[in-house]
């Protein structure tokens, strides 16, 4: 079974430029997420979708940031304008059904913003 | 709002060494994950833990939770360099919306051949 996908790996931009992530979560699961990891810390959630829904955006930074997931498969992760702070890891995971079911992760994209 | 702390913060061990890695929450914990992270790659699952006392093993890594204690222990025993890397715990955290995991800081593992 094929793990959850990203894309892309790395990104290098300058502040106040766009960037967007990609993630294909593992095929049936009905739950994805959207983490951030700041260097030397642990993932903080920042949306979570059930299907094409969004579950809970309440740490996602709206004025900046944005995500959707159309068609209740794969989602993508805007940042427009980036801001330094945004350097991070940002982690996409999948769950099958019910929330609260373990997480699968992808391999991260790391973003530096200079 | 719930509170994972992990310690220690980092290790440095002799390759063949036993270890333990700890995760203290601020509040009751209903789910506990242990999860390990590679530089540069995403989070791997290890273990789940949901009920007081459980006790799980995967090759050689033994996970705990405490549940009086809201703590629960990553024990790796007789250590690789293949261990080394980022372990981190996470608990599942219910509000309105449904489930969430909140994450610890992690604890740096680095193992010495």
């Known amino acids: 079974e094929a793990g959850v996908a990203q894309s892309p790996r790395y990104k290098i931009i300058e502040k106040r430029q766009s960037v967007a992530f990609w993630c294909n979560p593992i095929s049936g699961h009905a739950t994805l997420y959207w983490y951030q990891q700041i260097l030397g810390q642990g993932p903080k959630l920042l949306i979570q979708f059930q299907n094409n829904g969004v579950v809970d955006d309440s740490q996602l930074p709206k004025d900046r940031f944005s995500a959707e997931r159309l068609k209740g498969v794969d989602s993508t992760l805007k940042i427009q304008p980036a801001k330094l702070e945004d350097s991070a890891v940002y982690l996409c995971?999948?769950?099958?059904?019910?929330?609260?079911?373990?997480?699968?992760f992808g391999p991260g994209t790391r973003l530096l913003v200079l | 709002s719930q509170e994972l702390e992990q310690s220690p913060q980092s290790l440095i061990v002799q390759e063949g060494k036993n270890l333990t890695i700890n995760c203290t929450s601020s509040k009751t914990l209903y789910g506990l994950y242990w999860y390990k992270q590679k530089y540069g790659e995403g989070l791997i699952f290890l273990m789940m833990?949901?009920?007081?006392?459980e006790e799980k093993s995967h090759e050689k890594i033994t996970a705990k939770l405490d549940e009086k204690k809201q703590q629960s222990s990553l024990h790796i025993t007789a250590s690789q360099p293949s261990h080394a890397g980022i372990y981190l715990c996470g608990a599942d955290v219910a509000y309105n919306a449904g489930n969430m995991l909140t994450f610890g800081g992690g604890t740096r593992l680095m193992v010495k051949p």
């Open positions: 995971a999948s769950s099958p059904r019910h929330l609260g079911e373990t997480q699968y």
């Open positions: 833990l949901q009920k007081g006392g």
